[in-house]
């Protein structure tokens, strides 16, 4: 579980290829790896992974097919830079949202435009993702928490703080950009017991 408060920004080292799997061999930047261990989560661009090997500079991770092909860690190349946060602990500050790290579906950057000192950013989406977008909810974009400002059936707006914006990788997206998309939770539930009553 995590909360989409990215707490450092790192970079893919290197990509392998063993028996048509990726394994990323991540730079973790100013990511602390104090107390990490094998086995654990780390969230790459909201996709969590798990650590198969470590050091205080960099993390291995296996990829799986499905995992490549439904996210964008199959677009990522060595050298691009990625979003990270270690697994939410007990006692941490939930500054977010609850993240599980499951990405629901692709987006795409449909615009960027100034607001004042931030910016707007409008995201196309599946429209099948439209049922779980809310004025005023949560959203994750490539490990992000974020609040969604307005929807339509198949795009949401957010509004990029200069924080963001400078402590993430989300500065680097352009227009036709593909990007991670995580669902609250809540809604998720939600949705699945109105399903049921109907």
């Known amino acids: 579980m995590f909360t989409g408060i990215v707490t450092a920004v790192g970079q893919v080292a290197a990509i392998e290829t063993h028996t048509d799997e990726r394994r990323l061999r991540i730079d973790v930047g100013t990511l602390s790896m104090a107390n ?25 991770a296996d990829v799986s097919n499905e995992t490549a092909a439904l996210t964008t860690l199959g677009d990522r190349l060595a050298g691009a830079r990625v979003n990270l946060e270690r697994a939410l602990a007990v006692g941490d500050t939930l500054g977010g949202h609850l993240v599980a790290g499951h990405v629901d579906g692709l987006g795409r950057v449909e615009s960027w435009a100034r607001d004042g000192a ?16 809310a004025s005023k909810g949560s959203v994750c974009v490539d490990g992000i928490s974020l609040t969604i ?32 998309l995580e669902v609250d939770l809540i809604a998720r539930y939600v949705a699945r017991q109105l399903a049921f009553r109907n």
Do not use: M
């Not at 990490?36 to 291995?60: K, Q, R």
């Not at 795009?155 to 993430?168: A, C, D, E, F, Y």
């Open 118 to 133: 931030s910016w707007r950013l409008v995201i196309k989406s599946d429209a099948s993702l439209g049922r779980y977008w």
């Open 36 to 60: 990490a261990v094998v086995g654990e989560s780390i969230a790459v661009d909201g996709v969590c992974l798990t650590v198969t090997e470590f050091s205080e500079s960099e993390f291995v």
């Open 149 to 180: 400002n307005d929807v339509g059936d198949d795009w949401l707006g957010v509004n990029i703080v200069p924080h963001t914006l400078n402590w993430t990788s989300l500065a680097e997206r352009q227009v036709g950009d593909r990007v991670n």
